[in-house]
């Protein structure tokens, strides 16, 4: 485990971290500077221990939000207001330099935005009071409620995407990846929360049969040229969930996509996996508690896909990795949340309290092989087996 202390770094600023590396950190700063809401797109070497300035800007409205994606070469910065305009902002990390710093307007008020890669970016938008009218002819004409623009970042225009599955879905539903080097989306459409599909199987009879869950798969560039040319969106469906079911996606490693599957007439709920490249599936483990753990849960680090078997004893926690985790290890139980476990041997937690003073947040370090803890007054964020403090 390598942790990275950089709380010495912020002072008196919002920090956001855009991407953690092996060789490199990249963040967002905002911050008064001589009278000025400014933001720096800053750059960490972690060999070096020592930041850089890739770009920063004076932010002239405080009212904007900023939305930031990392690529390769590139880092995208979204700024809206939840109005009918955005600004576009795509640097080269390496040099800073300024790729496109172009405006765009929409019909309706700004929903959400997902970069689909480093050249396009999907933006939705819902009705306002200024184009009500022309929402209401855009449903009857499409029977969708929301405008998804496709924005091309090389030819500085965007294509209108009129699909259910993309107008209709949460931005956090489209999910990029790759297979042998070309981009492709998952698009996920879940019906409710669990819960909610859960009530639907308890009341099926008074459903009708739209009660599904789909995900589906699709080349990226085949979306956009269906985009451009005005074409059907050409989708292949992975996995459907009718009422009797559940499938929701957890997360992906390096070769796998990975599901919760639920079958709910035999309370049945399993790990799935599907291999990206072959498109096999397999069941990775059953998430389905046994009568006798009453004081167990199943704990999945969706964001290194690692996953944990957690029971709860009278002083101490056992846990048992079971997702790219051998684990096996006791540890005290504290008042923290845990968060994850690096290298098989670091447990970390989470501890939030609250006084006069206002919020704090802590970090713990447990080591199992030789019971030490160590405790920091910091939030974390953890990439494979890099810690980094902020």
């Not at 809206?80 to 309706?108: H, M, P, V, Y």
């Not at 009857?140 to 970042?153: P, V």
């Not at 006069?356 to 370090?365: A, K, L, R, S, V």
Request: glycine share 4%.
């Amino acid at each position: 485990m390598t942790v990275i202390d950089m709380r010495n770094f912020f002072h008196d600023c919002d920090v956001e971290l855009i991407e953690i590396n092996d060789e490199v950190i990249y963040y967002a700063e905002e911050k008064v500077e001589e009278g000025h809401n400014s933001l720096f797109l800053l750059e960490y070497n972690r060999a070096e221990q020592q930041e850089r300035i890739v770009a920063n800007y004076i932010l002239n409205d405080e009212a904007y939000n900023q939305h930031y994606f990392a690529f390769e070469n590139d880092i995208i910065v979204l700024m809206e207001n939840g109005k009918s305009l955005a600004w576009i902002l795509r640097i080269d990390k390496k040099t800073g330099k300024e790729k496109n710093f172009e405006q765009i307007n929409f019909i309706g008020n700004f929903l959400q935005c997902k970069a689909l890669s480093q050249d396009h970016i999907l933006v939705l938008t819902e009705e306002n009071m200024e184009h009500r009218k022309l929402f209401t002819e855009y449903r009857s004409l499409t029977g969708l409620k929301h405008i998804a623009y496709l924005y091309d970042m090389e030819e500085k225009e965007y294509h209108y995407i009129k699909d259910e599955r993309i107008c209709e879905s949460d931005c956090n539903c489209f999910i990029p990846y790759k297979i042998k080097g070309e981009t492709q989306l998952l698009v996920l459409q879940p019906y409710g929360t669990e819960r909610e599909k859960e009530h639907c199987f308890k009341n099926k009879c008074w459903l009708g049969e739209d009660v599904c869950d789909k995900v589906w798969t699709c080349d990226l560039e085949s979306l956009i040229y269906a985009a451009r040319c005005e074409k059907e969106i050409l989708m292949e469906v992975l996995f459907t969930a009718d009422s009797n079911g559940m499938i929701r996606y957890i997360g992906m490693d390096v070769d796998n996509m990975y599901f919760k599957a639920k079958h709910f007439p035999w309370n049945d709920l399993r790990l799935c996996a599907v291999e990206k490249e072959t498109g096999k599936r397999f069941v990775v483990s059953p998430l389905t508690l046994k009568e006798e753990e009453k004081e167990a849960e199943f704990w999945i680090d969706t964001v290194n896909m690692r996953g944990f078997h957690i029971t709860k004893k009278e002083d101490d926690l056992e846990i048992r990795g079971f997702l790219n985790s051998y684990l096996k290890a006791v540890f005290p139980k504290d008042t923290g949340c845990f968060i994850t476990c690096v290298d098989d041997r670091f447990i970390l937690e989470k501890y939030e309290a609250q006084s006069d003073q206002g919020e704090f947040c802590f970090t713990n370090i447990y080591d199992t092989r030789t019971n030490k803890k160590q405790s920091y007054e910091s939030r974390c964020k953890v990439k494979g087996n890099t810690v980094v403090l902020y």
